[in-house]
Nanobody, 120 residues
């Protein structure tokens, strides 16, 4: 089973920055897609940003120009640099990874979530 461990959430003032990290455990993983999603109470989980193994990225319109997703394939780690944060960015952020194990077993794993709160 592939486990994802997130870090980097916290409380920040509007206009501030945070960097989230998510590392996937396991050896010989083939991770095709990694991404960040977020969820607030009473709402569905929504896509924030994704990145495929070759580096192509996709962003939600609400974060374009403010957030940057990147990955380190050697470390099976994905990052989310969040700048110019707004109160509406407050949410629990979840990491996701899709791929196959060394036995070609597919996986679609989620992290435990990390709280991001933007408030003065």
């Amino acid at each position: 089973q592939v486990q994802l461990v997130e870090s980097g959430g916290g409380l920040v003032q509007p206009g501030g920055s945070l960097r989230l990290s998510c590392a996937a455990s396991g050896s010989n993983l083939r991770i095709y897609n990694m991404g960040w999603y977020r969820q607030t109470p009473g709402k569905q989980r929504e896509l924030v940003a994704t990145i495929i193994s070759r580096g192509t990225t996709n962003y939600a319109d609400s974060v374009k120009g403010r957030f940057t997703i990147s990955r380190d394939n050697a470390k099976n780690t994905v990052y989310l640099q969040m700048n110019s944060l707004k109160p509406e960015d407050t949410a629990v952020y979840y990491c996701n990874a899709k791929g196959t194990t060394w036995t070609y077993t597919p996986f679609d794993s989620w992290g435990q979530g990390t709280q991001v709160t933007v408030s003065s």
